[in-house]
């Protein structure tokens, strides 16, 4: 099996290369960037013949389509809408099946900033979703779309929960990645990058579809917020949420629900302080004019606050996950909850981030790889990653250290 990593040099797509090249059956992991120095320091991190740098400009669609044609699975760890959907095109034309860990569901795009996102002409972004998906089916390709944290284990996870019930009612994802407690007290907003930042700034400030009463509803990011107390694998830490964009699929694989949201986990007075960088309008894309020119006011909030939120040396993250499903089984009222704590590997240099959401990409590349999904098009997890399959994924995360808890409490 010959895999090629797309932004194979980043935190998340150096740590897929690394899990990748443990594996008897990889024969070689191409990984792909446009600065060559930055490949090389990767391969030589890793340290494995397997890792073959490509130097090359992604969007240039011909080179990148004559690329894909000499791997056989694809991996697309890249943090942006335009780049990730030029690649979907450019691995359907390439018939090269692959893995996305955007949380983008590309059948239906959002229309809020699109980040360079370019719809064919006279194409609406449902209409081009769409026909990515059939054109990937007519070329006998397979884009396994949103697998990584969130999505990918919360939409396994919750996936799995509605399956083990009768009826589902309610599907609620609490997933994040947050600095560890040492490191959140001194950095503001109890943050720390451990993902692209203007992509988090994103989500906190589009629209989002959830599922309330049964209907799809549009609310504002950040809604929702609900405080609770993480008490689960040897844990007790008090953390919050609040609603963000994280696992769309839902909405269009998982119709019948009452009620369906993500919610984004961050430490107590984090939203807050959002909160106020929102109101305040230091968050919005409008330019504002400043002495003579015109700033956008979150790129100059970006600007100002990243160099803060960086990581220090011996600070690591954490990643937390507890998803719910509710519904009825044997005429009981049932709850199935999901838990995830996951610590940074400082052996290794492998954030938690990197950890679970590289990781589950590289096991989502291998499944790929070795033919254990039949279905063509794009096919998000929740729809693939099951019965054997599902457990055998577990396995392997479990491998890799990253444990996941299922819990049952039936009324009566």
Request: glycine residues 10%; aromatic residues 8%; negative net charge.
């Amino acid at each position: 099996m010959k895999v090629l990593v797309f932004g194979g040099s980043g935190q998340i797509g150096s740590a897929i290369t690394w899990d990748l090249v443990q594996h008897e059956d990889v024969e070689a992991v191409g990984i792909v960037g446009r600065r060559e120095e930055a490949l090389q320091h990767t391969k030589q991190w890793i340290h494995s013949d397997k890792v073959i740098p490509h130097p090359l400009d992604i969007l240039d669609q011909r080179a990148t389509t004559a690329l894909m044609k000499g791997y056989g699975v694809g991996v697309l760890a890249l943090p942006d809408r335009r780049t990730s959907y030029a690649l979907v095109e450019a691995a359907i034309e390439a018939r090269l099946d692959t893995v996305d860990i955007l949380e983008e569901y590309h059948r239906r795009p959002d229309d809020y900033e699109t980040e360079g996102l370019q719809l064919p002409p006279g194409m609406t972004a449902v209409e081009y979703g769409d026909w990515l998906h059939h054109k990937a089916i007519e070329r006998d390709v397979l884009l396994l779309d949103g697998m990584g944290f969130a999505p990918g284990l919360s939409n396994i996870t919750l996936g799995e929960g509605i399956r083990k019930l009768a009826q589902a009612r309610s599907a609620i994802a609490r997933v994040g990645g947050i600095p560890a407690k040492k490191a959140a007290s001194h950095h503001p907003l109890r943050y720390m990058i451990t993902w692209a930042f203007d992509h988090v700034l994103r989500e906190y400030m589009v629209r989002v579809k959830v599922i309330k009463q049964g209907r799809i509803i549009e609310v504002d990011a950040l809604t929702e917020q609900e405080s609770f107390r993480f008490t689960q694998l040897g844990k007790d830490e008090g953390l919050e949420c609040a609603i963000t964009p994280g696992m769309p699929s839902f909405i269009h694989t998982r119709p019948d629900l009452q009620e369906f949201a993500e919610k984004t986990i961050r430490w107590p007075g984090h939203y807050q302080a959002i909160q106020v960088l929102k109101e305040s309008g230091l968050l919005s894309l409008e330019p504002v004019p400043f002495e003579g020119k015109r700033i956008q006011p979150r790129a100059f909030t970006a600007a100002v606050l990243g160099p803060r939120l960086r990581p220090l040396p011996g600070d690591t993250d954490a990643c937390v996950m507890w998803n719910t499903v509710r519904g009825t089984e044997e005429g009981h009222d049932t709850r199935i909850d999901y838990y995830m704590w996951d610590e940074a590997d400082a052996i290794a240099g492998i954030t938690s981030m990197a950890r679970v959401t590289g990781f589950s990409a590289a096991i989502g590349a291998l499944i790929v790889g070795r033919g254990q999904i039949q279905q063509k098009g794009i096919v998000p997890p929740e729809d693939c990653i099951v019965g054997a399959l599902y457990d055998a994924f577990l396995e392997e995360l479990q491998a890799r250290n990253i444990i996941i808890r299922e819990v049952v409490t039936t009324d009566g």
